[in-house]
């Protein structure tokens, strides 16, 4: 009896690791290793984002010529059909300007919506997760890879309608403002609507209806809108940089205006990209 109870005393003893006990030289080098990886620098947030929009920018190159056809010429297209509406004054400056931010809007708003409710619905994000990047840098560098493809389709765009329509291309360079605050904004919203999408079906359904949006309540002149539709309009980020490119087209520009209008668009900018880096916080967790 006494031989079975020392047995079983030995065989529990034997169980324990030689890395639990205290004051072993095994558990502190094993602890010092964990702590080491714990406490391991993190990522700084601009070289972070600029390696996130190099490889967005590389990885969406591929798609660069279709994705300018689209949107570009639906634009134009656009144009062509208002002109037929459309004489001049103050309606061709609104159907030239919200043309021409339409095309941030396809690209910003409804690719990007696309593109991140598909990568929440594959596991994608699970990657980015692994990794020591920042969530901002995340969805800055994806926003800022994709609204880098709309510069030469706006350029295009903004062009063909002052040629159409007949206005002045002496204050195209505002394009240089419009097109990032307009972009960041509709960018932030684009990511927020694919993050916070259930399905991925669902964000591509949201970025089609925010594009729609744009286009009706950007491209059609505002004083034609009931009152309750001017409202809805003045909610829509590219509201304000359809505004501020539409105002340059005067002979004479109130550029106290136009930087108001701006102001505005990079604060809805600022919001808007916030709101998606906290999506994307929400969906990285699940």
């Known amino acids: 009896m006494g031989d079975s109870r020392s047995a079983k005393e030995q065989l529990d003893v034997s169980v324990v690791p030689a890395e639990a006990l205290p004051g072993s030289a095994l558990a ?75 095309v941030v809007a396809f690209v910003a708003l409804n690719l990007l919506a696309q593109y991140f409710g598909q990568l929440r619905s594959s596991g994608g994000l699970d990657h980015y997760a692994t990794l020591p990047v920042p969530p901002a840098a995340v969805v800055l560098g994806a926003a800022g890879a994709y609204a880098s493809f709309t510069v030469p389709g706006t350029v295009v765009t903004a062009v063909f309608g002052c040629v159409l329509f007949g206005l002045p291309l002496a204050h195209l360079w505002v394009l240089a403002a419009v097109i990032p605050l307009a972009g960041a904004a509709l960018a932030g919203l684009g990511a927020a609507l694919g993050l916070l999408a259930p399905r991925p079906e669902l964000a591509t359904v949201l970025g089609q209806l925010g594009m729609s949006a744009a286009l009706l309540l950007g491209v059609l002149p505002a004083d034609r809108m009931p009152a309750l539709i001017r409202f809805a309009r003045d909610l829509l980020p590219s509201t304000y940089g359809v505004e501020a490119f539409a105002r340059t087209f005067g002979p004479h520009p109130d550029w106290a205006f136009v930087l108001g209008d701006l102001a505005v668009c990079a604060g809805v900018g600022v919001v808007s990209l916030a709101v998606a880096t906290w999506a994307y916080r929400r969906a990285a967790v699940r």
């Open 28 to 102: 502190v080098e094993e602890r010092a290793k964990r702590e080491a990886a714990e406490l391991g620098p993190r990522a700084r947030l601009w070289p972070s984002l600029a390696a996130v929009y190099r490889a967005q920018l590389s990885r969406a190159r591929v798609a660069r010529i279709p994705l300018l056809f689209v949107a570009t010429f639906q634009s134009i297209g656009i144009m062509i059909l208002m002109r037929g509406v459309v004489d001049g004054g103050a309606e061709a400056r609104a159907v030239v300007a919200g043309s021409s931010v339409l």
